[in-house]
């Protein structure tokens, strides 16, 4: 019972055999794909594909990838609101479940430092705005990315300002909920983000035999804080690596967070799963 709760089947490595890419997920035991948006095409599919799976087996997230940060517009914004809001309208299940991927990429984006926080930025007002979590791509930027969080958290100029825009209380509108997703910094800056309140989300880098540091992290990371991930096609874990990744081998992954915290891995993947349900509130 987990969830990948960071997969990209929307992408072109997985036209030919995704149906059974999405089977080999259920028959192990998955509950759920959060098929994460990172581009102005790649969300508009993933809002599709989760509209068009009646099983609510699929989740959808709209955001640009610190890549795409240059695409950044009012009127894709606009675009992405209407879609949610209109999501949640339909009666139904809601789809569209959070804001990302988004953040900061210092060490292979192309795009300006400025204009990469201009649109993170521009994530965060949004995703405030419609109380929905984010999840963050953070590459050598961990000060910048941590400083532009906590413009959005409580105590924040940021979010005070948005709430003074928006005429309503704080209780209304709820300050930012993020997280580090495929966490790769050190076990430090990981103790600062979970003294904030923010998640870390592991991929199958932690089966890695070089990974050493980051079990480190896997090992402290509080019980309620973490989560986890394939990010496929990127990724596989040991087992499968050098492969395509795919939302079947979060297991592996799960099956060694539960190996490094000395945990069962049945409750293991009930915890994974429940911190899941609340960050994305499924
Ligand atoms: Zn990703």
Not at 8 to 37: C, K, S, T, W, Y
Not at 237 to 259: D, F, L, M
Request: net charge negative; glycine share 8%; hydrophobic share 40%.
């Amino acid at each position: 019972m987990l969830i990948d709760t960071h997969a990209h089947i929307m992408f072109p490595e997985f036209d030919e055999d995704r149906e059974d890419v999405i089977g080999r997920a259920r028959a192990a035991g998955l509950q759920h794909i959060v098929n994460v948006g990172c581009g102005a095409g790649s969300s508009a599919l993933s809002v599709k594909m989760a509209k068009d799976d009646e099983s609510g087996f699929l989740y959808a997230t709209v955001g640009l990838h610190p890549y795409d940060a240059l695409d950044i517009s009012d009127e894709l914004l606009e675009e992405w609101e209407k879609w949610i809001l209109a999501d949640r309208k339909g009666g139904g299940e809601r789809k569209i479940i959070a804001i990302g991927e988004t953040g900061l990429d210092y060490f292979k984006s192309n795009v300006d430092h400025e204009r990469q926080k201009f649109s993170f930025l521009k994530h965060l007002e949004l995703a405030v705005k419609l109380g929905l979590p984010v999840i963050v791509h953070n590459r050598a930027a961990d000060e910048d990315c941590f400083g532009l969080l906590k413009q959005f958290s409580r105590d924040g100029e940021l979010y005070k300002k948005l709430v003074q825009d928006c005429g309503c209380d704080e209780n209304e509108m709820e300050p930012v909920r993020a997280v580090f997703h495929c966490y790769g910094s050190t076990l430090e800056f990981a103790r600062k983000v979970w003294a904030a309140g923010f998640y870390t989300s592991f991929t199958g880098i932690i089966t890695y035999p070089s990974a050493k540091e980051l079990r480190e992290v896997v090992k402290e990371a509080p019980l309620d804080k973490f989560m986890v991930e394939t990010d496929c096609p990127y990724l596989a874990p040991q087992g499968h690596r050098g492969k395509r990744n795919e939302p079947s081998y979060v297991v592996e992954t799960a099956q060694k967070i539960a190996e490094v915290k000395g945990i069962d891995f049945e409750r293991l993947s009930k915890i994974a799963t429940e911190n899941t349900r609340k960050f994305f509130k499924i």
